[in-house]
């Protein structure tokens, strides 16, 4: 298993501000992903963070609007940006294993409210 | 693609009673599945995952789940609920290197 460390744990941010999430992990890890809540919904992929690459990012979510950086294989930084209150949500780090059968440890979760 | 749904929002039972929670899914190929709780304000957590072998698969906590491929469903159980086994659970699928997330059922057990 792994133990991910996120932080902050919650903020509160003006809207046209940005804010920017830590995810930190006890091992080396190829991958690492960033999701997103929204209140009352489930997790929806944001994108894919790898060492050495751009992050892969799935339909619907750009770089400008989240830039990820991965500076290393232990971790990696969401940052929203330009947030309004719709990017009100939890935003989670993930890590999983590589093979299909391995399952994936999850951060506490940031939870951001844009006023 | 890959995808699991999940077709109750709430699950509603007394403590002690058995509690299941329901997942179907759809996928080509062999399917890879978990079941994962979110506790309020806490990230969440893996219980148990479906590979291959046995039917019946034991997790943490006392929850298990019984993989059927015949209704391609995947529901989770706890035989006796306790009131701290109220939380969101969420199903979800291996889809190629992501997961895909079910809506998430919320249950709650009445003391």
């Known amino acids: 298993s ?3 460390s996120q932080k902050p744990s919650r903020d509160i941010c003006q809207r046209g501000t940005s804010l920017t999430i830590q995810c930190q992990v006890d091992s080396q890890v190829t991958m690492m992903f960033w999701y997103r809540q929204q209140p009352g919904q489930s997790l929806t992929l944001i994108a894919t963070a790898n060492q050495g690459s751009e992050a892969t990012y799935e339909s619907g979510f750009v770089i ?4 990820i950086s991965r500076p290393n294989l232990t971790f990696s930084t969401l940052t929203v ?3 309004s209150p719709e990017d009100s949500s939890i935003y989670l780090c993930s890590v999983e294993g590589t093979a299909m059968n391995t399952e994936a440890f999850f951060g506490q979760g940031t939870r951001l409210t844009v006023v | 693609a890959q995808s699991v749904a999940q077709p109750e929002d709430q699950v509603n039972v007394a403590e002690g009673n058995p509690l299941t929670v329901k997942c179907t899914y759809s ?3 062999n399917p890879y599945l978990f079941w994962y709780v979110q506790y309020p304000n806490r990230g969440l957590q893996f219980l148990l995952k479906y590979i291959t072998g046995d039917n019946l698969v034991k997790g943490s906590y006392g929850f298990e789940a019984e993989f059927n491929k015949s209704q391609t469903s995947f529901h989770l159980k706890k035989p006796s609920a306790l009131v701290s086994d109220s939380a969101l659970y969420f199903c979800a699928v291996r889809d190629d290197y992501k997961l895909s997330f079910g809506a998430g059922t919320t249950v709650t057990v009445r003391a």
């Open chain 1, 2 to 4: 792994a133990v991910i």
């Open chain 2, 27 to 29: 996928v080509s190929g």
């Open chain 1, 64 to 67: 400008d609007k989240f830039p």
């Open chain 1, 81 to 83: 940006s330009n947030m």
